[in-house]
T-cell receptor, first 114, second 114 residues
Framework: DTGVSQDPRHKITKRGQNVTFRCDPI?????LYWYRQTLGQGPEFLTY????????KSRLLSDRFSAERPKGSFSTLEIQRTEQGDSAMYLC????????????FGPGTRLLVL | RKEVEQDPGPFNVPEGATVAFNCTYS??????FFWYRQDCRKEPKLLMS???SGNEDGRFTAQLNRASQYISLLIRDSKLSDSATYLC???????????????FGQGTILTVHP
């Protein structure tokens, strides 16, 4: 499978715990995005990388959230001291940077904070 | 006001019906427009890009009115398999390359019944 992959697919954690999600983009894609989607809403942008550089972070990304893409390939999204409001689907997407880029989404990591 | 607004529906139509979805966007700097489809508990997938001249892909027709900041999607001869959430999506381009961040509407739910 040469699409975007995410791991884990599901995560249940207790409030206050730290969690880390991984995204592996399509291999030749230099851009990688993180979005969050809650029930009944469309995905909301969190952050994106071009190669290893993090170019934008949403104000939704509080200090408890950190994302990295150390070698310009896979990325990790860490949430520290999780809160119940962090429960959502976390989607990763990748693309090639050009004027009419298409972003391809991974299957998402569904997080439930108890 | 949300940056991208859609009628959430749900739309319940019989097979063979024609159904239209509307979307408005508030940021006049938006330059790229898309419709994504999202099946229940799955990731969003690109259905089609939307061009100023309007474009068609089989049973699907997309229209863009930049003056009114309005996007539409028409589905003809609906199939059971068209049942999904349809997401209106906008992007900004800067300097010939995509700005990166996609802004999604909340989605319109379509159910096609026999």
């Amino acid at each position: 499978d040469t699409g975007v992959s995410q791991d884990p697919r599901h995560k249940i954690t207790k409030r206050g715990q730290n969690v880390t999600f991984r995204c592996d983009p399509i291999s030749e894609h230099n851009r990688l995005y993180w979005y969050r989607q809650t029930l009944g809403q469309g995905p909301e942008f969190l952050t994106y990388f071009q190669n290893e550089a993090q170019l934008e972070k949403s104000r939704l990304l509080s200090d408890r959230f950190s994302a990295e893409r150390p070698k310009g390939s896979f990325s990790t999204l860490e949430i520290q001291r999780t809160e119940q409001g962090d429960s959502a689907m976390y989607l990763c997407a990748s693309s090639l940077a050009w004027a009419q880029e298409t972003q391809y989404f991974g299957p998402g990591t569904r997080l439930l904070v108890l | 006001r949300k940056e991208v607004e859609q009628d959430p529906g749900p739309f319940n139509v019989p097979e063979g019906a024609t159904v239209a979805f509307n979307c408005t966007y508030s940021n006049s700097a938006s330059q790229s427009f898309f419709w994504y489809r999202q099946d229940c508990r799955k990731e969003p997938k690109l259905l089609m890009s939307v061009y100023s001249s309007g474009n068609e892909d089989g049973r699907f027709t997309a229209q863009l009115n930049r003056a009114s900041q309005y996007i539409s999607l028409l589905i003809r001869d609906s199939k059971l398999s068209d049942s999904a959430t349809y997401l209106c999506v906008v992007n900004k381009n800067a300097g010939g390359t995509s700005y990166g961040k996609l802004t999604f509407g909340q989605g319109t739910i379509l159910t096609v019944h026999p």
